[in-house]
């Protein structure tokens, strides 16, 4: 037993007298790196110099522009209408609820939320009567459809309707 100790103290010794040697290659550059993309900024700037939305004549009323098609069968689809004055969504404040939670849905002729947006993932897929915790915060899977010239080109394609899914 003292013979297994002494080896794993003695192992434990050369693994971290290993990793303090000075070692040359090791070196952090100082090179300062240019951030390049659409953004500008790095990734810890919040919403700071996100490319800006702009529309020819007025921004799309709701219920006024027709949705644009799905790029594939589970996409989440497109928000067909202005979101101004609608964000940012918080625990506290959720504008896209008044329209388009199931009750009020109906009345207003709008997309109601599918019923998965009710089944809390965080409670072991348990259906709740109010929004899921992981469904409440529209804006990370659905985005306002615009037509705009990409600022990056998108070579995405759908698999075919034919190809059996």
Known sequence: MKKIALISAAAALIVFSGCSLNNSSNKVSNKKVEVTGIRKASLDKGSQNLPVVTYNNQAPIPGKVKPYKKSYVTAPPMIPHSVEGM?????????????????????LGVTPMPEDHFIDNFEGGKKVRRVAGSRYFCTTCHVPQANLNPVIENKFESLKANAGF
């Open 87 to 107: 964000l940012p969504i918080t625990a506290k404040r959720n504008m896209c609820l008044n329209c388009h939670l199931p009750q009020n849905a109906k009345a």
